[in-house]
Structure formats: structure tokens, C-alpha cells
């Protein structure tokens, strides 16, 4: 490997600083890690020129792709390409068809002109693309009604089919999907590993399916296809005794009675293919799952065997006024699916008064209990899951929206049989606590454990300090962030399980810095963009406070201690439909998600534009929503979202080459800033600052690039004055938060950050830390749900401030890095790393009393400008590879 040194001696406050490289390509320099469609090796996507992504051995000037069809025939091959993109890269082939399975390779060049080996080859295959792909029929129960004469819940649908299988097989792909939630198996097992399947979606827009492969599953002869039910998001209904999420704000729905769809195509050795599609003569009953509620648990009663009551399934009959309608069509999920990433067994049990048990796992997570047990039949273990605990020890359940007589709780009904093993599979809960009642013996470690489930997205970063109070920061703030991360992004995953946009986007820079959500996100902007109120309904252009809308919430205005909300929409949950898509754009160079929904961005802003002219220039909303300061003006938050989504829909605009909106956007913002500043600005004698002078208020003017030059030292100033007098504890709501950090940050203050950061007492994280919090609370007193993610800026400001791994501004992709470490605090060493669409960038460094050490890997195709600190505060620019920089302090 080439290695180089470079030793700098500054005279003054003698500072040596020592620099070296190595290169860190690949053996060969060959690209590594292909991804179609930002997934490794995907099975059944629908996209038609799907895009290519690669990690470069080396920096890289141009590259040559090519891909065949299994049988060996050419699809593509791009020639030798001027260009150093490594992402995002459209498939430029022969026209795709359904069922292709595709191999691909890529090698590059360097600016040498030296070319490397061609990578190991990748795949994809392409799943169905239209209705005409499919001959399976959409089927139902004909005897399931929601509930029965005497009011008791019908259990829900199973449905089944046997087939046979003639010689040695080929291939074998199953294409399947249900409403609201389906549970796929061969032979009595699971076809796959995802769970908690379809993804949610808005249902009349589209049903999203998965195709598994059952090649080296199926067996010789008869085997049999099964699918059971669970209501999900499509059945919401009221139950008595049970937890339902609501009030008289909002309208719930029940979609439809459940349903499946199934296509098993099996092509054989000889090359003749077999089709097993579901419709009539499909056989269905009621089956084991007797109550299940995406809110307030599950029950099952295994007496009731494979289900009583077999018959003919009936085929649907979609229309226009059904749920999904005769238009609606079946789409390959394009997201990673919900597994189950870890079993977690309880760390405590003891006896409570009652007779039940209650089991303690640790930490407060998402997931389900998986139960092990023998009895009799008849028996019944109940198992309700909490969040914390009572001052007498036993389970609170207030956090989770439920009461002693509306539980969320899980049911099991044993057989009798043996060791009986059940989990839930159409629901899961936040919990850290499960109290179990109902079991003949005391439960062992293993007889009921705890499956922790969360959205498969990769992992992106890793940071880690010589603060211990840090590291549990960092831990609980992605604890809930997993806790979250479901086939949406949740508040919480008790009480509402909302696909809240605007969680979403408060928490954007910790969600994108923690894991890699390029094949996740996009569905997420989807779902804002099918949601979205269209002409002819009441709004057109609004986007509701969550996505898909599943309950609608009435524009009702109430009386909060901000002022006066409306919980029906507000800009910085709607405007997600454009930041979210120009946070894509920054992080990952995606322009097809902007591309594709530009049109609902348009219409989003348009709709904005008329809700503020109807109400006197004051757009209804929430202001800087869960802050324990309530004094920042609500209008002052609206305003500033606004004028950050007609910056951003501006820049949209220009990347995308529409110059005419570039210039429409460029006006729509310059107004809201003059009227911010009008509305806004104040000056006494101390200088400028800000609505309330709060800590929200001078930071959204400051994050959002409100602030005119001359005034930015002074409104700094003043926004470190309102963190001392609140005593250095974080006063902001979610709205907030992200500008607070961003504004410090940029202010070089990650000082005043960091004793926020660590404060012991409410409000802060360092407080949540010490008064025994696992995740990230709704407001950072400790209030509210015990597992909210929105409040993880903090995570990004490890990453970004304290690691020092950032990306330079006016960059994209992460081309252009910074690596700036802060040194706050008596930290000593702290280190990072994030994996940027060019391979993995990290930062590692030391302070001790014989000076201060860095380590700096910097990926192929990337510069980095290193900022060192000291007297003199050297900055050098870097190439790819591996550099080591001491500075005598």
C-alpha cells in the first residue's frame, strides 16, 4: 500500500501535527457491496429501470456495468462511463419483464486510468408488474362477521390449499399478501422471516405484496399452503374491555372483513411451470387467532386447532366504493421488512400479590411476548405488557393508554397438548414489563421471553465516547428509534402507533444518520403522497398529521398551553411531502423521490397558501409541539416551516431544472421571511432577538437562515442566555429541538450543547438517564409515552459534532466531508463513523495532558476538510484513505 507522511511545526504554541495515509481499497480495487434498488439481492421489485448502487475500491472516474438474464442472454452493458457516481445509477437495459432474474456487475476506472477487476455479481429479479400477471383472485370467509349475535368477537379468517408437487423442482416463488394483516406458511412453517406483514399503506391506493422463495422448501407430493388473518389497520373497532385509541376528534373506519391473495408458481427442472392461485376453491375457516386489534392486543385459542367450520373461501368482488377498490394495485413492498432482531429473556421475576408474575426484560423495547408452556386445556395465560412500574411495585399501564378495564393485553388458551410455544403475529407492544398471570407453576427465564421486532434497515453509524452518560444517551435514543421503525415510522408503540409525519421529520437527522433508510423512506413520502386530500375532497392538497390517514381528525380547535391548536394538519408535520424528499436528495443524491412526487408537493404548497389566506395569515397548527417552554409564539414556529419548505421546494425546483418554480419558490420565500422578520424581530436593550426571546424562537430563526448576517453574533448570543437561564436544560418541543442543536452547532457552541446534554435534572436527556429511563420519553420531564422517538436529535449531534463527521455544505452525497470534532466537556475520547453512499467515513480521538490524537478514514471518492483544534485551529484538506493528525495542546 502507498503510504506518505507529512509533519507540520507550528513555532507558536508549539503544535505538531503528523498526517499519513493508506490506501483502504479493496484487494484488486474491485466495487463491493452492489445494491439494486438500495437492497441486497431483492426479490420481486416492481421497478421497471431499477437503480444500481456500488461501494468504489478506489477513487473512481468512471465505471462499465453489465447484466445478463439467468439463461446467459445480454440485457446491458453501459460501455465505460465518464462519471463518478456510485449511486442511483438507472438500469439502462433491454425492456424488464416479470419473473426476470437478473445478474449484474460494474468495474471502474481511476483518474489514472487504471481499471479494476469486475466485481462478484449481483442480483435482482423482478417480481409481477400488472394485474395481468396475476390469475389469483382476491378470497374472503363467507361466514366471518366482525362480531357474532351475542357480541362476542368471530375469530379470525385462516385459509388453506393443498397442492402437489410432481418432480424436482426449479424454482419456486410465492407472491401473497391480506388485508388487514396476513401470516404466511408452507407446510405448517413460516415462509420467511418478515413479520407484521403488508406494510401499511393507503389501501385503496395500493396493496403491497412480498414474493418468498419456496424452491428448497417444497417437498415431494402433497404439501399446503396456509394463511391466517389478523386485523390490523384495516379493522378498527371499538371492543368492550379492550384499549382503543381515540376520542370524539377523530373518525375511524373498518375497511373491510380480511382477505388474501396467493400465487405459488413452481417451475420444474423439465422447464413446464405450475400455478397455484387462490379463488374458490381455496378452503377457509375460523381459525385459533379469536381477537386481534393492531391497538390493544391478540388472543388465540389453540383448541380450536387449525379452525372450525372448513369451507369454500368466496372470491371478492372489488369495486370502486371497496377497500382496496377493483383499480387499486398490488405493489412489491419496496421497503426492508419487520423482523424480529433479537429474543430478549427477562433479567428479573417475582411474585405479585395477585398470584401473577412479573417479569422484568430490562429495558423498554418493542416487540412481543413468545410464550412456553404446559397445562391443561382450558387454561389461559394472560400476559399484559407495561411500561414502568407503580410506587408499589406493581405495572403501570397509564403510559400506554390503557386502563384496568380497556386492556391491551395477550391471550393463550392451551390445548393441552404438551409443551405448547405461541407468540402474537398481528400486533406487538412497547413494554418493558409483562405481568402473566394464569400459569400452573412459576415461569422459568424461558417460558416467556421477549421477541424484539423492528423495520431491517442497515445500521449507518457507530459512535462511542469515554462518557458513560453519553453511551446511555445514545442508547436509549436508538432504542426508540427501533422501537419505532416498523414498516412506518410510529410515535410511539402503545397508545396511538401513528404513522405521524411530523415524527418523522423532527427526528430526520437522527433517522438518517443512524441507519441507512434509502429503500425505506421513499415509501414513506408514497404514503404522504397518497394520502393527500385530492379535488373534490373536503382540503384538496392538505396532508394530514399522520400518513396513511387511518382515522381522519376533525378541524376542531382547542385550547393548549401554546395557544390554540388543531390537530388536523400543520405545517411542520405536512410540510414533510418536501423536506423529507430534499433530506433524500442531500443524504443519498435521490431525485427520483422529488421527481416523483413533485406534483403533491406543489399541490401541498398551494394548499398551504389558501389555508393561510382563510385564516387572516394565520395557518392553524401545533407549534413546537411536547416543549416544556410554551411561550414561543405558535405562529413564529408555522412561519419559519413554511419559509424552510418554499427554500426547500426552491432548490427542488432548480435540481430538477423547472426554473420558473425556481423562481416562483424563490419569491414565496422571500415573503415569509420579510413577514418573519416584521412579525418576529425585536430588539431591547441588549440587543436582537426573536419572538419570546425562548430558546425555540431565536434558534428557528437562526436554523432556518431567518437571521440577517449583521444580527446573527447577537441572536447567538441571546440563545445562549435563554439555555443559562432555563439553567442549561433543554426547553424546546420537537419542533425545536432539531434547530436548537443545528443553530449551537453551527454557532461553534457545542459546549453550551454538551452541559445540556448532560444536565442531571428535568427537563433533558441527562435527567431521563438518571432517573432510570430506557428509551426516549415523550417530552424530556419524563412525561407522556415512555417510547417516543422525536426528541433523538441528540444522536445526530454525537455523530456530527462530538465524532466531528459531517457533510460540507452545498454537498451532496457526501462527497464533500468535514470532520470537525468537538471537544467538550472532560471528555477524553470519542469516536464515530458513518456509512455515506461512497463507503464508511469515521473520526476517532483522543485528549490526554500529552496533547490531542485524531484518526480520520475518508472513503474513495470523498474529500475531507480536517479541522483541528488548538491554538492556531490548522485546517487541512484530504483525500481518500487513512490519516492520523496529533497536535501537542
Not at 458513518?834 to 480520520?856: C, D, I, M, N, Q
Request: glycine share 10%; net charge negative.
Amino acid at each position: 500500500m502507498n503510504r506518505r507522511s507529512l509533519v507540520l511545526t507550528f513555532l507558536v504554541a508549539l503544535v505538531l501535527a503528523s498526517l499519513s495515509s493508506a490506501a483502504t481499497a479493496a484487494p484488486g480495487g474491485a466495487p463491493t457491496f452492489l445494491r439494486t434498488e438500495n437492497l441486497v439481492d431483492p426479490l420481486g421489485i416492481d421497478v421497471i429501470k431499477p437503480v444500481l448502487s456500488w461501494l468504489p475500491g478506489r477513487d473512481q472516474a468512471a465505471y462499465e456495468i453489465r447484466a445478463t438474464l439467468d439463461a446467459g442472454r445480454a440485457l446491458w452493458d453501459s460501455g465505460k462511463v465518464r462519471s463518478g457516481s456510485t449511486s442511483n445509477v438507472a438500469y439502462g437495459g433491454s425492456a424488464l419483464h416479470a419473473r426476470d432474474h437478473v445478474r449484474w456487475q460494474v468495474r471502474t476506472w481511476d483518474t489514472a486510468g487504471r481499471v479494476s477487476p469486475w466485481s462478484a455479481r449481483a442480483s435482482w429479479e423482478m417480481g409481477l408488474l400488472s394485474a395481468a400477471d396475476w390469475s389469483a383472485r382476491w378470497i374472503e370467509n363467507p361466514s366471518y362477521d366482525y362480531t357474532r349475535p351475542d357480541g362476542k368477537e368471530t375469530p379470525l379468517p385462516v385459509f388453506g390449499k393443498a397442492f402437489s408437487v410432481h418432480g424436482p423442482v426449479k424454482q419456486a416463488r410465492l407472491y401473497t399478501t391480506g388485508l388487514g394483516m396476513y401470516a404466511a406458511t408452507l407446510n405448517g412453517r413460516p415462509v420467511g422471516d418478515a413479520v407484521l406483514e403488508p406494510g401499511q399503506t393507503t389501501y385503496t391506493a395500493e396493496v403491497d405484496y412480498r414474493t418468498y422463495d419456496l424452491t428448497r422448501v417444497l417437498k415431494p407430493g402433497t404439501n399446503t399452503i396456509g394463511l391466517q388473518t389478523g386485523s390490523g389497520t384495516y379493522q378498527r373497532v371499538k371492543t368492550p374491555g379492550r384499549y382503543f385509541f381515540g376520542n370524539t376528534l377523530e373518525q375511524y373506519t373498518v375497511y373491510g372483513e380480511p382477505k388474501v391473495i396467493a400465487q405459488l408458481e413452481v417451475t420444474y427442472q423439465d422447464g413446464h411451470r405450475e400455478v397455484v392461485s387462490s379463488d374458490g376453491t381455496w378452503r377457509t375457516a375460523l381459525g385459533p387467532t379469536t381477537f386481534s386489534s393492531w391497538w390493544s392486543g391478540e388472543e388465540y385459542d389453540a383448541r380450536r386447532g387449525d379452525g372450525a367450520g372448513w369451507q369454500q373461501a368466496s372470491v371478492v368482488q372489488l369495486t370502486q366504493t371497496t377497500t382496496p377498490r377493483d383499480t387499486t394495485p398490488l405493489r412489491a413492498n419496496p421497503r426492508p421488512p419487520v423482523t424480529v432482531a433479537e429474543t430478549a429473556r427477562p433479567t428479573g421475576i417475582r411474585k405479585l400479590a395477585d398470584g401473577s408474575y412479573l417479569l422484568d426484560f430490562g429495558a423498554n423495547r418493542s416487540g412481543w411476548p413468545s410464550l412456553s408452556v404446559a397445562g391443561r386445556a382450558g387454561d389461559t395465560v394472560t400476559m399484559i405488557p407495561a411500561e414502568k412500574l407503580a410506587a408499589d411495585g406493581t405495572p403501570d399501564i397509564a403510559s400506554t393508554g390503557a386502563k384496568p378495564g380497556n386492556q391491551i393485553a395477550y391471550r393463550y388458551t392451551l390445548s393441552g397438548h404438551g409443551v405448547e410455544k405461541w407468540h402474537p403475529q398481528f400486533t406487538y407492544s412497547g413494554y418493558r414489563y409483562l405481568q402473566v398471570s394464569g400459569l400452573r407453576t412459576a415461569p422459568a427465564k424461558d417460558t416467556v421471553t421477549m421477541d424484539v421486532i423492528h423495520a431491517a434497515n442497515p445500521g449507518a453509524s457507530e459512535f462511542t465516547s469515554s462518557s458513560d452518560l453519553l453511551n446511555q444517551i445514545h442508547t436509549i435514543t436508538e432504542r426508540s428509534i427501533q422501537s419505532n421503525m416498523m414498516s412506518v415510522l410510529t410515535d410511539c408503540p402503545d397508545r396511538e402507533k401513528g404513522p405521524y409525519t411530523g415524527d418523522n421529520l423532527h427526528n430526520i437527522d437522527a433517522l438518517l444518520t443512524d441507519y441507512d433508510m434509502s429503500a425505506f423512506q421513499p415509501q414513506l413520502v408514497r404514503n404522504m403522497a397518497t394520502a393527500q386530500r385530492q379535488p373534490g375532497d373536503e382540503s384538496p392538497g392538505l396532508i394530514a398529521n399522520i400518513a396513511p390517514e387511518f382515522h381522519r381528525v376533525a378541524p376542531v380547535k382547542l385550547q393548549y398551553p401554546q395557544g390554540t391548536i388543531e390537530f388536523l394538519d400543520e405545517v411542520n408535520w405536512g410540510g414533510a411531502i418536501v423536506r423529507i424528499p430534499w433530506q433524500l436528495y442531500q443524504t443519498y443524491g435521490d431525485t427520483r423521490t422529488m421527481t416523483a412526487y413533485y406534483g403533491n408537493m406543489v399541490a401541498w404548497l398551494d394548499y398551504e397558501a389558501a389555508n393561510k389566506a382563510a385564516n387572516n395569515g394565520d395557518i392553524p397548527g401545533l407549534g413546537d409541539w411536547s416543549a416544556t417552554d410554551n411561550t414561543t409564539p405558535m405562529q413564529l414556529a408555522i412561519i419559519a416551516a413554511y419559509f424552510t419548505a418554499a427554500q426547500d421546494m426552491a432548490s427542488i425546483a432548480q435540481v430538477l431544472g423547472k426554473a420558473a418554480d425556481h423562481t416562483k419558490y424563490t419569491a414565496l420565500a422571500g415573503q415569509l421571511a420579510a413577514e418573519f422578520t416584521t412579525r418576529f424581530r425585536h430588539v431591547d436593550a441588549t440587543g436582537v432577538f426573536y419572538g419570546s426571546d425562548s430558546e425555540a424562537s431565536n434558534a428557528m430563526a437562526l436554523d432556518a437562515g431567518l437571521v440577517a448576517p449583521a444580527d446573527r453574533v447577537a441572536v447567538l448570543a441571546r440563545l445562549v442566555a435563554s439555555v443559562r437561564k432555563a439553567g442549561d436544560h433543554i426547553t424546546t418541543g420537537s419542533v425545536g429541538l432539531g434547530p436548537l442543536f443545528r443553530a449551537l452547532q453551527a454557532g461553534n457552541r457545542d459546549d453550551v450543547l454538551y452541559d445540556m446534554v448532560v444536565n442531571p435534572t428535568s427537563p433533558g436527556y441527562g435527567y431521563l438517564v438518571a432517573s432510570g429511563h430506557t428509551t426516549l420519553s415523550e417530552s424530556l420531564d419524563g412525561g407522556g409515552s415512555q417510547n417516543h422517538h422525536f426528541l433523538g436529535e441528540v444522536d445526530a449531534w454525537f455523530v456530527r459534532g462530538v465524532a466531528g463527521i459531517r457533510q460540507a455544505p452545498g454537498s451532496v452525497g457526501y462527497r464533500d466531508l468535514e470532520i470537525a470534532p468537538a471537544l467538550v466537556g472532560d471528555l477524553t475520547q470519542a469516536s464515530g463513523s458513518y456509512r455515506t453512499p461512497l463507503g464508511t467515513v469515521s473520526s476517532s480521538w483522543t485528549k490526554s495532558a500529552h496533547g490531542f490524537r485524531l484518526e480520520v478514514t475518508v472513503p474513495p471518492g470523498a474529500t475531507a476538510t480536517v479541522h483541528l483544534p488548538g491554538r492556531d485551529k490548522s485546517v487541512h484538506t484530504v483525500g481518500s484513505g487513512q490519516f492520523s493528525f496529533t497536535v501537542a495542546m
